[in-house]
């Protein structure tokens, strides 16, 4: 029998869960860094509450944004025969904000994150798209600026410890950033 293909597809409100837990399994991957402080309790302790009731009720609602107002919330699903493997995630307002974007270890380097982010650009069109990315991240870094994205040199420390830098691309205006081409 072969393997499922894997399906990008926007999310099911009974996938509010999944996504929860992805979006855990996936902190406790990546950002796990003694320099900065940060481990896996610490993650838990300032990230554990997505995969509560509460937070799974947040992914719902985002879930169902996304379905009921396409043009203003961006939200994608990779599923793999074991479930939801990663996402990505965005919204329009006076600018285009994309995140969060996380994939399972597992599902990484598998061009996902390519196909997640074409689709994520046809869907802002011409729009500046910020995000955050955390500093010592420097792969997601490196795919950001595959795609044109570059560092402000605003940055800031999420719960007062992970590292987070701002990464635009497109116009931004008089927004005191620089305007990027």
């Known amino acids: 029998m072969a393997a499922m293909a894997h399906l990008i597809d926007t999310p099911r409100p009974e996938e509010a869960a999944a996504l929860a837990q992805v979006h855990l399994q996936a902190w406790l991957q990546t ?12 993650i838990k302790d300032n990230l554990g509450s997505v995969v509560t009731p509460e937070g799974i009720a947040r992914w719902h609602a985002v879930i169902e944004e996304a379905d009921r107002c396409p043009n203003e919330v961006f939200c994608r699903a990779v599923r793999a025969e074991s479930g939801v493997v990663g996402f990505l995630c965005g919204r329009r307002a006076d600018v285009v904000t994309l995140g969060p974007m996380y994939f399972l270890r597992d599902a990484q380097n598998l061009g996902f994150g390519n196909r997640l982010m074409g689709e994520f650009l046809a869907w802002a069109g011409g729009a500046t798209i910020r995000l955050w990315v955390t500093a010592y991240n420097e792969g997601a870094i490196r795919f950001y600026g595959r ?35």
């Open 147 to 181: 795609y044109g994205f570059k560092q402000t040199g605003e940055r800031e420390l999420w719960r007062g410890r992970l590292p987070n830098v701002r990464m635009v691309r497109g116009e931004v205006g008089n927004r005191g950033l620089p305007t990027l081409e």
């Open 31 to 42: 950002y796990p860094n003694e320099d900065a402080g940060i481990d896996e309790v610490w």
